[in-house]
């Protein structure tokens, strides 16, 4: 694979010892399918020879499509973004939130860098990069050929504005955090004691360089903001103002395969194909892009309504998996499920979280109580069928290397649960069955869910049982499920916790390095829980220090770190997932997951509609 050619000795060797670690671990079969052992019950579910119902493993499925016949010239394309609410249309990298609008996104837009199957940052994107001998300056070259979808060159002043636009004090959006903090200058700039970003520099139209606080081994996997705003559209607009503009959420634009052409807001996007695209003009003529609920997913793929869906949910597979117009392609998310539990407030004005201890859920001996009561394998068997399975610590399967496979988590003892709570004075003072708090009070503890697909409901009401069954009462918040966007809104995706939730059930998508401040870090918004200590901080700073270019060394931190969360838990990781995507027999070049070398102005497809289940 093609590598920088330029790059500091320190990161070179980095990348080196980062491809040994992960080859091991990435598959590409494009001959693998679903094993398709035992018989089908009357439900529909298939059993083994013994039979159980049949599990599957996420090993017997490629991540590339196969492809069948001759490919037509033109043709349109119907993409599925599975939700049961619409997406929220916040549409540009450097102020969207939720992952529905990435999906959105990614069809007319992308950031300048791409990477490898290794999550190394590579030179095949739309700008090349050179790192200085010290690892803390990279320069940056956008190729000429790049250009926003109205015509205008994509410039290192657009690359520059977004991180102008992102420290701004009216930002309103998520992004900065402590990888835009690694700027030089950026803190004094955000202050409003500078007036420029002295880190950055505009060396011609089409060269930026950006020098860094700290060489750290983040920045090559993902500790670099890529993603340009296009200046002469927004250049003029208050900050404040530019994430509700029309020129985000009705006419947004990019620089991607594809430009936008119309959108039904929430429920649908019509794109059509960007002939000046940097890569190549695409083959498709047209995308559109619409939601569909997790219910009916089944039935429009098997009337041929769309040629593939975002993610298919894997508790409805079993029943599924011999469709006959579809090929099912499958990958470990990069992601993780995990129930929260909350611990303060996020403070606006010093922008970071504030822990406080007097929470309803301060007491670690309770968290840890929760942890040990719920059986995370029998969920991942019983409703996701072996797709998605317990999870032991908050570095995922996906990152394997750093991933401490020696540390169990708290397995389910139920038992232990009950005495973890016993001694530490939460007995169930009446009788009923259900413990009071410490000072013999009613303990009610608040769970906000997510609704979603048919999977919802019945798995949060198995938490809330499982909870019971040790003598705690957990209700649903308002006594429901909330949607998508009310959820993000209640655990305080804007900073505005609602101090009616005292646990929630979320999933979170890791990026392509392992770093995990976005979540948990002290001034990472996304930390919902606002947890806070000084042991986390140190930990995270050292995992993205200089020492931490020696991956022996990281592995170490991160350990530890893993660790420090199964003691404190402020969360416990739930599941780890998988992602299974079906794609019509009709569909060409279509891959999932990270560093294929398949790019969407590739897709082809067969045929001008998609093919019908027999």
Not at 187 to 214: F, Q
Not at 245 to 261: M, T
């Amino acid at each position: 694979m093609y590598r920088m050619k330029h790059a500091s000795k320190v990161l070179f060797a980095l990348m080196l010892v980062l491809l040994f670690a992960l080859t091991a671990c990435n598959k590409t079969d494009s001959d693998a399918k679903p094993k398709d052992e035992g018989k089908k019950t009357e439900e529909g579910k298939k059993e083994n020879a013994k039979g159980e119902e049949q599990l599957y493993s996420i090993d017997d499925f490629s991540n590339i499509k196969t492809n069948e016949g001759e490919a037509m010239e033109g043709g349109s394309f119907t993409f599925g973004l599975v939700s049961d609410t619409a997406f929220q249309g916040t549409l540009n990298f450097n102020f969207y939130s939720g992952d529905p609008d990435a999906q959105v996104l990614e069809w007319f837009d992308e950031g300048m860098l791409t990477w490898d199957e290794n999550y190394v940052y590579t030179n095949d994107g739309a700008a090349t990069y050179e790192a200085s001998e010290d690892g803390k300056t990279f320069t940056f070259k956008i190729r000429d050929n790049v250009n926003w979808h109205d015509g205008e060159p994509v410039t290192a002043e657009d690359w520059l504005f977004a991180h102008e636009v992102i420290a701004n004090k009216d930002y309103d959006g998520p992004r900065f955090d402590s990888t835009l903090r690694n700027v030089v200058g950026i803190e004094d700039y955000h202050e409003g004691k500078a007036d420029t970003i002295s880190g950055i520099e505009v060396v011609d139209e089409k060269t930026l360089k950006i020098t860094y606080i700290e060489a750290t081994p983040s920045l090559i996997t993902g500790g670099i903001w890529t993603y340009p705003l296009a200046k002469h559209i927004f250049g003029d607009m208050p900050v404040k103002d530019i994430s509700s503009s029309p020129e985000v959420r009705e006419n947004p634009i990019g620089f991607g395969p594809f430009k936008v052409e119309s959108i039904v807001p929430g429920e649908s996007v019509t794109y059509t194909k960007n002939e000046d695209y940097w890569r190549g003009a695409p083959k498709l003529d047209k995308v559109t892009l619409k939601v569909i609920n997790p219910n009916v997913v089944v039935q429009s793929l098997k009337k041929g309504e769309v040629d593939t869906v975002d993610k298919f949910p894997v508790d409805q597979f079993p029943a599924n998996a011999e469709l006959s117009n579809v090929e099912y392609l499958g990958a470990i998310d990069r992601a993780y499920s995990y129930i929260g539990f909350k611990l303060g407030t996020w403070d606006k004005k010093a922008k970071e979280v504030k822990t406080d201890p007097n929470a309803k859920m301060a007491d670690v001996n309770l968290r840890k109580a929760m942890w040990h009561a719920v059986d995370n394998n029998a969920v991942g068997d019983r409703f996701y069928h072996g797709l998605r399975w317990a999870a032991t610590t908050l570095i995922p399967a996906s990152h394997p290397e750093y991933h401490d496979e020696s540390n169990p988590g708290a397995p389910y003892d139920p038992e232990k649960a009950k005495q973890i709570l016993e001694d530490a004075g939460y007995k169930d003072v009446d009788g009923d069955g259900i413990r009071e708090d410490k000072e013999g009070n009613e303990l009610v503890i608040n769970f906000a869910s997510m609704s979603g697909d048919e999977v919802a409901e019945p798995l949060a009401k198995y938490y809330i049982q499982a909870w019971e069954a040790v003598g705690l009462k957990v209700e649903l918040l308002d006594g429901r499920l909330q949607e998508f966007n009310s959820f993000y809104e209640g655990v305080g995706e804007k900073g505005d916790d609602n101090p009616n939730i005292d646990i929630y059930a979320a999933a979170w998508g890791v990026g392509i390095d392992v770093d995990p401040s976005g979540l948990y870090g002290r001034d990472a918004i996304y930390n919902f829980t606002r947890w806070s200590s000084e042991e986390n901080d140190r930990l995270l700073a050292e995992g993205i220090s200089e020492a931490a270019f020696d991956p022996e060394k990281r592995k170490e931190i991160y350990k530890e770190w893993q660790q420090l969360m199964t003691d404190e838990v402020p969360v416990f990781p739930t599941l780890y997932r998988s992602v299974l995507v079906p794609v019509n027999n009709r569909v060409h070049n279509y891959a999932i997951g990270d560093g294929t070398g398949m790019y969407k102005n590739e897709i082809e497809v067969t045929q001008e509609e998609p093919l019908a289940e027999k």
